[in-house]
């Protein structure tokens, strides 16, 4: 999806990565991801190779309304730049049953800096580069997911293992 422009200026992207776990316990291993970004851990950085930047990362959890059907939770995130020459992202986290995999939605949106130069800018290259930025935050949640189960599935088949002999 592209991200779009409203009037106010604010731009809206939206993402999606698949991991291999099931969604009972994506929202559990997307907050240990999350709780450790918070801490400013290495989750708390933004982009690919040159192009990564720390970023100070809050999020909390809510209602996602986002969709009919049976009420669960959505996490709410925010990042801070920390740079005048960057915009701050708003957004939420969504997490979608997929089979025996979890769809990892991230949304939200952002405010290019520096007015009419910045709206330029953002048409012509910002949002592209804050769409990679957003998927490669949905990409690092989505493995992380997908190793904690891989992880956890491998400490469980040895305990049965160990159970049978």
Aim: glycine fraction near 10%; proline fraction near 4%; include cysteine.
């Amino acid at each position: 999806m592209q991200p779009t422009t409203s009037a106010t200026r604010s731009t809206h992207v939206m993402v999606e990565s698949i991991a291999v776990c099931p969604f009972s316990m994506a929202e559990e291993y997307a907050g240990e991801f999350l709780r450790a970004a918070e801490g400013h851990g290495p989750e708390a950085s933004i982009g690919r190779s040159r192009l990564r930047r720390d970023v100070t990362l809050s999020f909390g959890i809510q209602t996602d309304v986002a969709e009919d059907g049976r009420v669960h939770d959505e996490l709410r995130a925010q990042w801070a730049s920390g740079s005048r020459l960057l915009p701050d992202f708003n957004g939420s986290i969504r997490f979608r049953i997929d089979g025996e995999r979890t769809r990892v939605l991230v949304d939200g949106t952002y405010a290019p800096p520096f007015g009419a130069f910045g709206t330029a800018f953002d048409r012509i290259a910002g949002r592209t580069i804050a769409r990679a930025s957003v998927q490669d935050l949905a990409d690092r949640i989505a493995e992380h997911l997908t190793r904690r189960e891989a992880g956890w599935r491998i400490a469980h088949a040895a305990q049965a293992g160990a159970d049978v002999v």
